[in-house]
């Protein structure tokens, strides 16, 4: 295989844990200010309950609370929501976060597990895990692309290796971060272990993957942060972070495809 068909066969998307849309919060100058919706008396939360969906709505308000709560609203946030009933998300491009609609189904009315899963793959932009690997993988098929076709074979299984526990480290980072990120937001830290208790029932999940560690692996690390690191403090740096800080807006595309 020339370096080009072996990086289309061993590159994929960093993949965690919701159609047709997503979600972009910041204030950019050519957008909504909130200045201007304060001017009609309407806030921006009140404005997206009544101009979109619930899905849009509801994760609009995720985003959004994560952003300000743990000062990551320095970019804008975009989730786009695959219509394939799959029960599964991903993160993919600048600050792009993937959420198939069979997920979405499946954490109805539960915020706490969909905001660990948005955290989860917000985590993966901010520790440029998608960067880091396409960086590791490009260095080790130009090394053997240029040693020896003998040897070829061998080097190709130790960079599977070494790129599949890189990924599985990177899935134990995310979780952690992600944890972090949803309590510090105010949710129930509990929703992460109902999101990954979710996963633990799909099939392939007791046991670790290319790319991820098995759903109980993740539980029981989960468990371990609950009780090193309590969810009080966090909430109580959140709730300082939300009142100190102002609403996000959000632009809707004119062709009702991302927000």
């Known amino acids: 295989m ?43 939360y009140e404005l997206a309950e009544a101009e979109l969906p619930e899905n849009f709505y509801v994760l609009y308000r995720i985003v959004e609370r994560i952003a300000r709560a743990n000062d990551l609203d320095q970019h804008p946030w975009r989730i786009v929501i695959n219509s394939e009933y799959d029960i599964n998300a991903y993160a993919t491009d600048a600050n792009v976060i993937g959420i198939f609609n069979g997920l979405l189904d499946q954490l109805v009315g539960d915020s706490s597990a969909l905001a660990c899963v948005v955290a989860h793959e917000m985590a993966h932009h901010l520790h440029r895990h998608v960067a880091i690997t396409d960086a590791e993988l490009t260095k080790g098929l130009e090394q053997i692309t240029e040693s020896a076709p003998a040897q070829q074979e061998e080097q190709m299984a130790q960079l599977q290796k070494r790129i599949g526990q890189l990924r599985r480290s990177q899935e134990l980072e995310a979780d952690a971060s992600g944890y972090k990120y949803a309590v510090q937001a105010g949710f129930e830290p ?5 999101g990954l208790d979710l996963l633990s029932r799909l099939p392939g999940s007791g046991y670790s993957s290319d790319t991820h560690p098995s759903a109980s692996e993740r ?41």
């Open 2 to 44: 020339n370096k080009r068909n072996l990086l289309a066969h061993f590159h994929t998307k960093a993949v965690a844990i919701a159609s047709v849309f997503a979600l972009l919060l910041s204030p950019v100058s050519t957008l909504p200010t909130l200045a201007g919706w304060e001017e009609n008396k309407v806030t921006p």
């Open 219 to 259: 539980i029981v690390a989960i468990q371990a942060l609950i009780v090193k690191n309590p969810p009080e403090w966090l909430v109580t740096l959140g709730r300082q972070r939300l009142r100190s800080t102002e609403p996000l807006t959000y632009y809707w595309s004119a062709d009702e495809q991302w927000l």
């Open 190 to 194: 509990e929703g992460c272990l109902r």
